[in-house]
């Protein structure tokens, strides 16, 4: 998982459940997972760029899509956004 992804997150449980519930993902949920997480190096942050110029995505969800093709991972989602991306992604729909 992207760490920008990982900030996402984050920001979306601080303002729906709270700090406190964030930075228990953080410390307590999130390194129980089987996810690696990985930072960003400027060539995969213009990579991620390049798929938002193209698509109609999010710019955290370009980098979700750029680091499943550099890891030929798929991502699991329910946002319809990612409909878009699908000739270029594996997308595994919940």
Request: aromatic residues 10%; glycine residues 6%.
């Amino acid at each position: 998982m992207n760490d920008i992804n990982i900030g996402e997150i984050f920001y979306i449980l601080a303002r729906q459940r709270g700090i406190e519930k964030a930075e228990y993902f953080l410390s307590v949920i999130l390194p129980s997972l089987p996810i690696t997480n990985l930072g960003n190096t400027v060539q995969e942050v213009i990579h991620a760029a390049k798929i938002k110029a193209r698509y109609p995505l999010s710019y955290a969800d370009c980098f979700a899509v750029a680091t499943a093709i550099k890891e030929k991972a798929t991502i699991v989602t329910g946002d319809p956004d990612f409909k878009h991306v699908e000739k270029i992604v594996g997308i595994e729909w919940l």
